[in-house]
């Protein structure tokens, strides 16, 4: 199993605000990165840092973090939104990188 | 515009060594601040990270692999490679590579990857 958690599913009307989290006790010293992968594509970054976005990714999503939880939240969810989304971030000794299991999200 | 192309057999036999190549495109595999990673991804599984390797050579691997993986970098070519050994069944998955982008004020993350490509052991 992951050092990284996350939900395995998560659901959200359109137009609607959804939070998808990562919890791993690394969090509380690393940064988690955030990617989206839809079915066939390879992943795609879509948030890194401290609520950094890269520039060809839509305003919408942002991200937190507290505590050993990180999370990405997508405001005013688009029908394109669904699609899997996988954090990354340090393991707990620090020395290595490890993926959540991923949350795949239904945009209903 | 930085881009990433995954080659190599798709289909390699059991105990054997697996053995890809990254082509990087639009950008030098140089650059001061970018390890070059792989990331492989068991068909309907999540994403596993393989390891990452700095222009200079110096790397770092997963130590769930690190026993059978080998990366290494050709900076005359601009690409870098993974060996895996003795592969099994569960070897199968997409291998994706990335940039791994490191800062010391936003942490780390992979951008942009390379659109896979699958490997499937089977004899």
């Known amino acids: 199993s992951s050092e990284l958690t996350q939900d395995p599913a998560v659901s959200v009307a359109l137009g609607q605000t959804v939070r998808i989290t990562c919890q791993g006790d690394s969090l509380t010293t690393y940064y988690a990165s955030w990617y989206q992968q839809r079915p066939g594509q390879a992943p795609l970054l879509v948030i890194y840092g401290k609520n950094k976005r890269p520039s060809r990714i839509p305003a919408r999503f942002s991200g937190s973090s507290s505590g050993n939880t990180a999370s990405l939240a997508i405001t005013g969810a688009q029908a394109e939104d669904e699609a899997d989304y996988y954090c990354?971030?340090?393991?707990?000794?620090?020395?290595?990188?490890?993926f959540g299991g991923g949350t795949k999200l239904t945009v209903l | 515009q930085l881009q990433l192309q995954e080659s190599g057999p798709g289909l390699v036999k059991p105990s054997e060594t697996l053995s890809l190549t990254c082509i990087v495109s639009g950008g030098s595999i140089s650059s001061n601040s970018d390890y070059w990673g792989w990331i492989r991804q068991p068909p309907g599984k999540e994403l596993e990270w393989i390891g990452s390797?700095?222009?200079?050579?110096?790397?770092y691997y997963n130590p769930s692999l690190k026993s059978r993986v080998i990366i290494s970098v050709d900076r005359s070519k601009n690409q870098f490679f993974l060996q895996l050994s003795s592969v099994t069944a569960a070897d199968t998955a997409i291998y994706f590579c990335?940039?791994?982008?490191?800062?010391?004020?936003?942490?780390?993350?992979?951008?942009?990857w390379g659109q896979g490509t699958l490997v499937t052991v089977s004899s």
């Open positions: 990335a940039r791994h982008f490191l800062s010391a004020a936003d942490g780390e993350w992979f951008d942009p």
């Open positions: 990354n971030s340090r393991d707990s000794s620090g020395n290595h990188l490890v």
């Open positions: 390797i700095y222009y200079s050579g110096s790397t």
